[in-house]
Structures are given as C-alpha cells and as structure tokens.
C-alpha cells in the first residue's frame, strides 16, 4: 500500500496535482493525506487579527479549512469513485514545510505530490517558493506536477546521474515500483565528455540497475557543459514523459532547483519531477 501526502492551497494549480495522483496511482491500494497548513495566513490577516484575538482567528481559518478539505473530498469522490482509495483530511496551524514533514514521519509517508506553482503562479518561474522549500527540506520523495499538465502514462522515465553517490533502496524501490505497472523505460543519463566511469561510479551504476531489475533499463552517455540544456535538450528529443534525480548535496538537482549567483539558468521543466531524497528512511 502506498501513502501519499498533498498538500493544497485549494488552487486550480493544486487540484491539478492532485487530478494526476489519482490518475498516476489508480492500480494501487493508496491512502491519500490532503492537508492544508495556514499558519501563514492568520499572520498575514492583519485586518482580521484586528478584529479578532488571536485563538479566535486560528479557530476560524480552522474550520474554513475543514470545510474546503471536505468539499474537496466530496468531489473526489464522485469524479473519481476508486476502491483502493482511502482519503484523509488535515487541517493545521502550522507551516508548510514543519507540517508535510510531521506527517511524513508520523504516517511513514511514502510520496508527497504537490503542484509546481500555487495561487501567486508566476509564469516567469518553474517552480513557485513552496515548491522549492518542499523540494528541499522534506525528507520524503517529492512528485512535483507542472501547471496545467495533461495527465500521460509515463512509458519513458528519464533519470540523470553523475553516479558518484550510492543511492539509498527505499528511494529506488519507489521508483521501480511506480513506474512498474506502466512498464515504463528508465533512461540512465550520464552527463560526460567520455564514457569511462571510475570504480565507485561502476560499483553505484550497478547497484542502481539491480535496484531496478523489475523495470527496463537503459545507459546513455551524453556530453555537454551545461547539465541544464543537455538534459532539456534530451526530454524534446527523446519523447520523456517523467523526469527522476536525486537531491542531495552537489547534485545535479541541487544544481538546477538551487542555482549560484553566477549561473543562474534554471530547468523550464514541463513534465512531472520525481525528487528522491537520499536519506535514510525505514525501508
């Protein structure tokens, strides 16, 4: 059974996502954590925290809440009426980020889901700044859905690496098994100007592809100097319906989601992301 966790700002943007988990997830015994956490805006109220003490405000956004998250199930229910589903609501004050990590470690929290860009959507942006945070600091796999993204069955799971880090199994587990009942190709991407690999990159290739046994896989080479176009270029050209990489400290994510002051070129990324964290978890 799987467990996910998605957290909605109860935007178009959201319920987007959460179309394409329910969609993404419809052969699996799934429970499903829709929460919103509004810490954020009973501070930013100030007309509100005016009128009202401070208990009051945080009741009231409470049970507005409840009732959104209760609407929101409702629907689901009806458009999408899947007997492997089991929904549960929360309501929390509390921060984004404290509150998708609290449930993470409670539930033991397999995926988090979530849309790239929520109700200040800014088109000049790939990913809006609750994205990024979640991306970064929830230790839990993230599955990040581009705004007004169609739902496509993943046939082709492109999966960069510098393989220079062993990846943890429950990571690679997850995404064996996602992309097991769609049979999808995962495209090993390895970014160099030469196809040698050292001992420890061997020895983590291997790991990786034993780890994914059960899925086809694949090994291409590709050289380039900026990570960022070879793999854009890569997506168009070969047809990639997902994109997989690990964040983890000098990654190729790292680079891409957290970019330095001097390049600061960041991935037009129009496909679902899979962020793994490379963390130890319960296997």
Sequence with gaps: MKKVVIPTDFSDNAFNAISFALEFFKYD?????FMHAYEDEVYEDEELLNEKKLDEVIELLHNQTLLKLESLIKRLNKIVPNPRYSFFTISAFNSLIDEVDKIVLEKNIDLVVMGTKGTTADRNVSFGSN??????????????IPSNYEYTQPKKILFP???LI???????????TLAMPYRSQIELLYISDTTNLSR???ANKEFIEDELKSNKVTFNVVSGKSKTKV???YIKTNNIDMLTMVNTRHSFLEDLLFPSTIEKISLSIDKPLLALQNIRRYD
Excluded at 29 to 33: G, L, S, V
């Design 29 to 33: 015994t799934t429970e499903f954590y």
């Design 131 to 144: 994205t990024l945070h979640v991306l970064k600091y929830v230790q839990c796999p993230v599955l990040a």
């Design 161 to 163: 690496s510098n393989f």
């Design 166 to 176: 062993p990846y943890k199994r429950r990571e690679l587990k997850l995404l064996c």
């Design 200 to 202: 420890r990159q061997q």
């Design 231 to 233: 793999i854009q270029n």
